[in-house]
């Protein structure tokens, strides 16, 4: 066996998640319990969830570990129904499900999620961290994925870093993290704020910085002594400038 296909929904069929936010929160779950079980791609359409992984691990189990998570955050008031898996025992048949999982939005024409955040696709082009680890399971598994297939996936030519506007630095580094938002002092909200310092630089002095992330300037100084990720600077900018090609494009459209 060369892999599984692994297909989720509800028992009652209802949208697993409707909101930024819930969507977010559906990736980070995968995407922390996925690498024990060779996770490759993950896609989110509306009614439902699948996901690729490579090798004999039970994908019976990663499922049933995603579910209960799930169950628990989302507050749906209920739980999933049996749990769908398929065995891939062919090179060409593992290729298919990696495309399939990913295109699910589109197969289905459910067009909720046009920065593709409730799929691996932000991980596999370095615009999220989580998920870093799915490159490597691709790269080992199904060499033939090229970077090009995957930015069409994504709906651009190219991904050209950026470095603002500045009020866009704050949740470019949430989403590059796959949290809400920035708020509280977790390790990673504190991360993604250190990843905004450096980013920002000398544009702002101490107190606008501290204005731009509703901190107290001593708190600001103090983050700035402390390493940066340059993982998570990269893949903000990366971040950034998706979102300035998007808005290129439907500026254009309407134009």
Request: net charge positive; glycine share 8%.
């Amino acid at each position: 066996m060369l892999g599984q296909h692994i297909r989720c929904r509800l028992e009652n069929s209802a949208f697993i998640a409707n909101s930024l936010e819930k969507r977010r929160l559906v990736a980070s779950t995968i995407l922390s319990l996925g690498q024990p079980y060779d996770l490759m791609s993950f896609g989110l359409a509306d009614t439902h969830l699948h996901m690729g992984n490579a090798g004999d691990r039970d994908g019976t189990e990663l499922a049933r570990r995603v579910e209960i998570s799930l169950t628990l955050k989302l507050k749906r008031g209920v739980g999933f129904r049996k749990v769908k898996v398929t065995e891939v025992h062919d090179q060409w048949h593992l290729e298919r499900v990696f495309g399939y999982v990913l295109e699910q939005d589109e197969h289905h024409e459910v067009h909720a999620d046009p920065l593709r955040e409730a799929t691996n696709i932000p991980d596999l082009l370095g615009m999220r961290v989580t998920g870093r680890y799915t490159i490597g399971n691709v790269r080992k598994t199904l060499p033939r994925v090229s970077r090009a297939r995957l930015l069409r996936l994504l709906g651009v030519d190219e991904l050209v870093p950026a470095d603002g506007p500045l009020e866009h630095i704050e949740p470019a580094a949430a989403a590059a993290l796959c949290l809400p938002d920035l708020a509280g002092r977790s390790e990673l909200a504190l991360t993604g704020k250190r990843a905004v310092i450096k980013i920002v630089g000398d544009r702002l002095n101490t107190t606008q910085l501290g204005d731009l992330l509703g901190l107290h300037r001593t708190t600001i100084n103090r983050l700035r002594r402390r390493p940066v990720d340059f993982e998570v600077v990269k893949a903000t900018r990366l971040q950034l400038g998706h979102w300035r090609s998007r808005w290129e494009l439907m500026h254009n459209a309407g134009g």
